[in-house]
């Protein structure tokens, strides 16, 4: 379940939005004061935080940025007022959404989904790639090969990534060509052949075990070779 932080002083309405939340995949962790919520947020670790802007304690304002400074988990954030100015400060403070109340719990829900899986799919795309002694760090765009730096040019960067990403599933020219460089494969572009055979050189590849060629397919990357 994703852990929601929501920083609320209304009682009824942080229940309201605790029952409805909880009976789909969120599990609700409450506090009614900004001066709390620093903590709370340190505590649960949440996947998302539903902030109210009036709050006792600490102002919704200033928690969005002291929240922004240490982490890039969403934030949407609740208000009872109706200024346009008030949406863009939000923003601008790092929130991530901007919902009025009354709140309709169907609303929330859905903003919160997209909040999550869009925060997810980034994070998890910044993840290093590891296949026994190949290491992709996605993040750095770096590449280390028994424990040395493989310096590889921009085309076969992206090669080995789209192939690593793609781990033991056969991957055609075509999609190889429109992934790299958004065309298709007019069966006689032999670059993704020159560039799989370079890549093969720089990880002693020579029977293209780690690289396989499925005649007729494509290319495979063997996820277990590559120890």
Not at 52 to 67: A, I, K, N
Not at 73 to 85: F, G, H, M, Q
Not at 129 to 153: D, H, K
Request: aromatic share 8%; hydrophobic share 45%.
């Amino acid at each position: 379940m994703f852990r929601i932080l929501l920083v609320e002083d209304d009682v009824r309405l942080a229940e309201l939005v605790t029952e409805y939340l909880s009976d789909y995949e969120f599990s609700i962790h409450t506090v009614s004061r900004g001066d709390q919520a620093l903590a709370a947020f340190a505590d649960i670790a949440p996947h998302a935080v539903v902030l109210d802007l009036m709050l006792p304690g600490t102002d919704g304002m200033v928690l969005c940025r002291q929240m922004r400074d240490i982490s890039q988990v969403p934030i949407l954030i609740l208000t009872a007022r109706e200024e346009s100015n008030e949406e863009v400060c939000g923003l601008e403070q790092g929130a991530d959404d901007f919902l009025n109340k009354p709140v309709q719990p169907r609303v929330l829900l859905a903003r919160l989904r997209a909040l999550v899986r869009r925060a997810n799919v980034q994070t998890a795309e910044n993840y290093p790639l590891v296949f026994g002694n190949l290491t992709i760090a996605r993040a750095e765009r770096s590449v280390t090969w028994r424990g040395q730096p493989c310096v590889l040019s921009n085309t076969e960067y992206k090669l080995l990534l789209v192939l690593a990403g793609a781990a033991g599933h056969v991957l055609s020219r075509d999609a190889l060509l429109k992934k790299l460089r958004g065309i298709e494969f007019d069966g006689l572009d032999r670059s993704i052949d020159n560039s799989i055979s370079k890549l093969r050189r720089r990880f002693d590849d020579a029977t293209s075990e780690k690289i396989k060629t499925v005649w007729g397919e494509g290319y495979l990357f063997s996820p277990s070779a590559w120890a």
